[in-house]
């Protein structure tokens, strides 16, 4: 027999579309490539997340370090994101990425890199990325979220906000302060908020 389908999860053989649920480019159609593990952010779980945030992100820069689809980058963009980085290390997530962005114009504030996060961290740090909005949406089951945010520190700015997407409860590092959680399904959401002060307690 099959394995279930996880929340979010397309199908073997789907129609693959999701759409923008909120913002200018509300119910935009954005294209779901047929990629193992590609897996988009649920409706319900992006409204309760941009309900978190509050509706608009005008002037925010956003990373999305895992954009997948780009539902969460394109999410933040239509709400009034100044700048929103997306990264991507499958190609064929990648061209749907960039035929979204050439669709609704947005190339003067929407930028892509192809890559791996990992290899690209210090390309972002030269360039003097900086980062009000973490967008951590991972594959399931390899341990990322924990990996990955540690070593983004560098390209957020003070009291920036992260989000996390994991398969299990999500427990924040030292630095970092957990805002709010809730579950939908398989899929774990969090938001969490740097905090640099819990560093730098007396010891």
Same mark, same amino acid.
């Given at each position: 027999?099959?394995?279930?389908?996880?929340?979010?999860?397309? @199908?073997?053989? +789907?129609?693959?579309?999701? =759409?923008?649920?909120? %913002? /200018?480019?509300? !119910?935009?159609?954005?294209?779901?490539?047929?990629?193992?593990?590609?897996?988009?952010?649920?409706?319900?779980?992006?409204?309760?997340?941009?309900?978190?945030?509050?509706?608009?992100?005008?002037?925010?820069?956003?990373?999305?370090?895992?954009?997948?689809?780009?539902?969460?980058?394109?999410?933040?963009?239509?709400?009034?994101?100044?700048?929103?980085?997306?990264?991507?290390?499958?190609?064929?997530?990648? @061209?749907?990425? +960039?035929?979204?962005?050439? =669709?609704?114009?947005? %190339? /003067?504030?929407? !930028?892509?890199?192809?890559?791996?996060?990992?290899?690209?961290?210090?390309?972002?740090?030269?360039?003097?990325?900086?980062?009000?909005?973490?967008?951590?949406?991972?594959?399931?089951?390899?341990?990322?979220?924990?990996?990955?945010?540690?070593?983004?520190?560098?390209?957020?700015?003070?009291?920036?906000?992260?989000?996390?997407?994991?398969?299990?409860?999500?427990?924040?590092?030292?630095?970092?302060?957990?805002?709010?959680?809730?579950?939908?399904?398989?899929?774990?959401?969090?938001?969490?908020?740097?905090?640099?002060?819990?560093?730098?307690?007396?010891?």
């Amino acid at each position: 027999p099959g394995r279930p389908v996880p929340p979010g999860r397309a @199908a073997p053989g +789907a129609a693959h579309r999701v =759409r923008i649920i909120g %913002g /200018d480019w509300k !119910r935009t159609p954005l294209d779901v490539p047929d990629v193992p593990g590609l897996r988009p952010t649920p409706d319900r779980v992006r409204e309760t997340l941009f309900n978190w945030l509050g509706q608009r992100l005008d002037g925010w820069r956003c990373l999305d370090a895992f954009a997948g689809t780009g539902a969460l980058g394109f999410e933040a963009a239509s709400r009034g994101a100044a700048r929103v980085v997306m990264i991507e290390n499958d190609r064929r997530a990648q @061209a749907a990425i +960039a035929r979204s962005i050439e =669709r609704l114009g947005a %190339g /003067d504030r929407m !930028r892509l890199l192809g890559g791996d996060l990992f290899e690209l961290l210090p390309r972002l740090q030269t360039e003097g990325e900086q980062f009000d909005l973490l967008l951590l949406d991972p594959p399931f089951g390899q341990g990322l979220p924990a990996a990955a945010l540690p070593r983004l520190v560098p390209l957020l700015v003070p009291d920036a906000l992260i989000y996390v997407e994991a398969e299990a409860p999500f427990s924040p590092p030292a630095g970092f302060l957990m805002l709010r959680a809730d579950r939908a399904g398989q899929v774990h959401y969090h938001l969490l908020r740097r905090d640099d002060s819990a560093e730098q307690e007396p010891t």
